[in-house]
């Protein structure tokens, strides 16, 4: 199992951006639906973006209006730009397979830490 890859996490004020990248080597996402996820401390991960093979995206509630995903094929990565963030956004974001890959390791990759605080 191929693990993607998250990084462009960070500190952010209330109201702030901040955009995710998630890379995946071979093409473990090719002609499939991948999305984003995320877990707060104390809380139950959850899918918050996701984007089919031909671009039609969905977002949870939360952050409808606020996070767009999106994804370049030819380089098997796919990005999560986030505005106006919220305390209540701060988790750790991971990248995978929609429908999600058992939550084993081998399966999921590092996550990325997004902490929204001022």
């Known amino acids: 199992q191929v693990q993607p890859v998250e990084s462009g996490g960070g500190l952010v004020q209330p109201g702030g951006s901040l955009r995710l990248s998630c890379e995946a080597s071979?093409?473990?996402?090719?002609?499939?639906?991948m999305g984003w996820y995320r877990q707060a401390p104390g809380k139950q991960r959850e899918l918050v973006a996701r984007?089919?093979?031909?671009?039609?995206?969905n977002y949870a509630d939360s952050v409808k209006g606020r996070f767009t995903i999106s994804r370049d094929h030819a380089r098997n990565t796919a990005y999560l730009q986030m505005t106006s963030l919220k305390p209540e956004d701060t988790a750790v974001y991971y990248c995978?397979?929609?429908?999600?890959?058992?939550?084993?390791?081998?399966?999921w990759g590092q996550g990325t830490q997004v902490t929204v605080s001022s």
């Open positions: 995978n397979t929609v429908p999600s890959p058992p939550w084993r390791p081998g399966y």
């Open positions: 071979g093409s473990i996402f090719s002609g499939i639906t």
């Open positions: 984007i089919t093979s031909l671009g039609t995206s």
